[in-house]
């Protein structure tokens, strides 16, 4: 099928609203056609802001001299819990070893701990965070990654994923450093809607140690870590640390 | 530590007012409003629109048969509530010719790269949608409803929902599109103070 996709049938495909099979047939064509997937993401990213837009209508007058304050305050004490539940949870994981995450599959996470703002944890977006180059966390952040998109694509479901690197995590997404650049790109030619994304702040701190940091071709740089996590969140998606 | 007076007030009366329903109606407010001001860009009278129609949600209770479509049919209702307002105002008669009509006079959002004021231009550009488009676009966007629920909603047929969600997004983008070209100021998007 050669023909230009219609809108509409993309608009419904970004929505949850195409069968299994029209949905598969529509990501293997995203595989090969780039204006496709282009046009998804484009979509995707619309949506994303037509959310974020209204994630905090503003409260009606009577309170309006104290809400930005207040809203203020409470997205700080937001940052601060996300911080403590991500710190702790992987305190608590530090011993974990990756065989005893490979059986678990509960909603998202496997056997992490997952965060999510919304009541229950959306399953089709899921963020991986990463900040350390400890081998194993770096294979069990790709195994987990790869587990997830697979286990999507077999439910038929459009699922988005980004893996978050800071710290020394950033490692994974160096050119040149990264132990598993050609597997990564495997991933990202396989899935449309795998992202990697890298702070900015961690690649100025590197450079500023006399470090050349160099990404790999296929993540993004974003301005924070923190801040790309506590907007995703803002956003619907659920958050694990790996 | 952050209820305001007026709030913790008009929730008390409505734990009153509501009796045992109330869990798991009052816990709409929150998504009620949000479409709500998606809806009419106006705080005051999003509250109104909601407080109407919880209390009508609460009079009308037996009318729900599926606990499972709770949240559709307490939006069906606000549905109702607001075309009611929009009647209601003198100078539009007829609903559907709000189609066209009821674009605000709001600046065309321009390229930005600081999240509030990313937050402002979608705002702006939604508030210059026809409501129809307005309408569907927040409710599958915002609530992810189905786009059958949204027909059974508005109580207009699955194509008009494809349609209007198609002429809605073609002109946000276009509306956005400064901003949306500019793959550099993506991330920027995402920065939180």
């Not at chain 1, 029209?22 to 046009?39: F, G, N, T």
């Not at chain 1, 940091?213 to 506590?230: D, F, H, N, Q």
């Amino acid at each position: 099928m050669n023909r230009v996709i219609s809108d509409e049938i993309l608009h419904a495909f970004v929505d949850g609203e195409l069968d299994v099979d029209e949905s598969e047939k529509l990501v293997a064509r995203m595989r090969e056609d780039a204006e496709l997937k282009h046009r998804v993401c484009a979509l995707r990213s619309l949506q994303n802001m037509v959310r974020l837009a209204y994630a905090e209508p503003p409260v009606s007058a009577g309170e309006k001299s104290l809400a930005p304050r207040r809203q203020f305050m409470q997205r700080c004490a937001l940052g601060c819990l996300i911080l403590v539940a991500g710190l702790s949870g992987g305190w608590a994981l530090r011993g974990v070893e990756s065989p005893a995450v490979a059986g678990v599959s509960a909603p998202v996470v496997g056997s992490y701990q997952a965060v999510s703002l919304t009541r229950e944890a959306d399953p089709n977006r899921v963020m991986l965070h990463l900040d350390s180059a400890a081998p194993e966390r770096m294979q069990a952040a790709l195994d987990q990654a790869e587990r997830l998109l697979d286990e999507a694509e077999r439910e038929g479901r459009a699922m988005q994923l980004e893996i978050v690197a800071n710290s020394h995590g950033i490692d994974l997404m160096r050119a040149g450093v990264s132990p598993h650049a050609a597997r990564m790109a495997r991933m990202s030619q396989r899935h449309a809607n795998l992202q990697w994304v890298a702070c900015s702040q961690t690649i100025a701190r590197f450079t500023g140690e006399g470090q050349k940091v160099e990404l790999l071709p296929i993540t993004r740089a974003a301005p924070t870590a923190i801040g790309e996590i506590v907007s995703r969140l803002q956003q619907g998606w659920t958050y694990v640390r790996v | 530590m952050d209820h305001c007076p007026r709030l913790s007030n008009m929730s008390m009366i409505s734990q009153l007012l509501f009796g045992p329903f109330r869990p798991s109606i009052e816990a709409m407010r929150p998504m009620l409003y949000r479409i709500a001001y998606a809806w009419c860009h106006d705080a005051a009278l999003a509250d109104d629109l909601v407080q109407d129609t919880l209390s009508k949600a609460w009079t009308r209770r037996a009318q729900l048969r599926d606990e499972g479509s709770l949240k559709a049919w307490v939006v069906t209702i606000m549905h109702h509530c607001w075309l009611d307002h929009l009647r209601s105002r003198r100078d539009f008669e007829d609903v559907d010719d709000l189609q066209d009509s009821l674009e605000s006079g709001a600046q065309s959002p321009e390229a930005c790269c600081d999240r509030e004021q990313v937050i402002a231009g979608v705002r702006a550009a939604v508030s210059r949608l026809p409501m129809g488009q307005r309408q569907v676009l927040t409710l599958v966007d915002l609530e992810e409803f189905g786009y059958a629920e949204v027909a059974r909603i508005l109580d207009i047929p699955v194509g008009t929902v494809m349609s209007r969600l198609s002429r809605a997004r073609t002109s946000l983008k276009g509306l956005l599109d400064p901003a949306m070209q500019q793959p550099a100021a993506r991330p920027a998007l995402r920065r939180v103070k």
